[in-house]
Each structure stands twice: as C-alpha cells, then as structure tokens.
C-alpha cells in the first residue's frame, strides 16, 4: 500500500524559516508533490520533485530523497498569509496522487 | 473554463436520499480525479478517470458510491442512500498530466441529515 507521514502542527514566527516534512511507503514512485490549503478554500498545487535534490521557487523549496523516502517543504521569510495546510502527496505506479494528513502551519507576528 | 467548476457549493440532505455532485474540468485535461476532505482531515482518493480507459475506483468506500464522465469532459459522483458519515467535501481536481500539476475545483460541501 502507500502511506505519508507529515507532523500535524508546525508554529513559526513572521520572517522565520520552516521545514515541513515527509515520509513516504509507496509501490511504485513517481514524484512527490506539494500542495497548500488555506482555510475553506481548494488545495493549490506548489510543487513537484521527480528527481533528488532542491527545487526553488520564489519563497518556497522543495526537497527530495529517493533513497531515504523522503522529502521537505521550506518556506522562508515567512509571511501571514503563508498560514494555511500544507500536504504532501506522492505519484505512485497507479498514476494518482495520495496524499499525507497535512501540516497545519500556524504564522504568528 | 478558465478553472475546475464544481456544483452545487453547498449540498444538505436527509438521510436515505440520493445525491449527485458534478464536475467540469479544465477543458484539454484528461485525468479527472475525485477526493473527500473530512473535518480537518487529509484528501481522500475516491476515483481516477483518465481518458477513455476504464477507471480506477480502488477508493470508493461502499457500492452506494458511483461515478461517471461523459464524453471525457464533465464527471457526476453519485452517492446513494446517503449517511451521516457520507458529510465531507467531495474535491475535483483535472490535470493535463496524470498524478501532476492537479488544479482542485472549490468542492461540493455536503452534509447529510
């Protein structure tokens, strides 16, 4: 089967820098992607690693491990709007997304 | 459409009756996925359209569950005889890729009564 482990709560202040985590059991692999929620609204897509190593974009990176099933979202200079759910999924050999639990992070000032 | 259009936004029912929720996919996408999000919960995967093969609906929770895309382009998840656990957001998402890059429609909230 295919499983995600991400933390539930994460709690950071404005300009700070946080690592959002996962770790994944999948039968097949290909991709772990990235996508935020805020609070009643739909899941926006923030990114896709294929490959090992880091992905920037903007504010946002994203890093993968294929070896250690593994991988992080780091969000910098943190803003309150960057508030919201944050969910890993993977792409596995039936070509759909599963999706972890999601990360709640929480932007105080 | 510009964006995935999901309908109705807002579903109340009684207890046994049946409901339909629709889809309207990005036009050209033809993977067209449906999730349930309960209460601060994670994206439960429902079922898989991807082109014209069959589908994959290894998520359905019971046979009361159904779905169907007509012409590859707008899909109809039917819930029959609908329970209290059946209240959740039910989330449409299309990609022009399978398993990348999905865009979510806002969802169809239901509640069951």
């Known amino acids: 089967g295919q499983s995600l482990e991400q933390p539930s709560e994460v709690t950071a202040v404005e300009g700070a820098i946080v690592q959002i985590n996962c770790t994944y059991q999948t039968s097949g692999f290909y991709g772990l992607s990235w996508y935020q929620q805020h609070d009643g609204g739909a899941p926006t897509f923030l990114s896709y690693n294929a490959l090992d190593g880091l992905e920037e974009t903007g504010r946002f990176s994203s890093f993968l491990s294929r070896s250690d099933s593994y991988g992080y979202l780091l969000l910098q200079e943190l803003q309150m709007k960057d508030s919201a759910s944050y969910f890993c999924a993977v792409r596995g050999a039936t070509n759909k997304l599963i999706f972890g639990t999601g990360t709640l992070l929480a932007v105080q000032p | 459409g510009a964006g995935v259009s999901q309908s109705p936004s807002n579903k109340v029912t009684e207890k046994g009756k049946d409901v339909e929720l629709r889809c309207d996919p990005i036009s050209g996408h033809t993977a067209l996925y449906w999730y349930r999000q309960s209460l601060g919960q994670g994206l439960e995967f429902l079922i898989y359209?991807?082109?014209?093969?069959?589908?994959?609906k290894s998520g359905l929770p019971s046979d009361r569950f159904s779905a169907e895309r007509t012409g590859g382009s707008v899909s109809t998840l039917t819930i029959q005889r609908t329970q209290q656990e059946d209240s959740a957001v039910y989330l449409c998402a299309s990609s022009f890729e399978a398993g990348y890059g999905y865009t979510f429609g806002s969802g169809t909230r239901l509640t069951v009564v």
């Open positions: 359209f991807q082109g014209n093969s069959a589908p994959d």
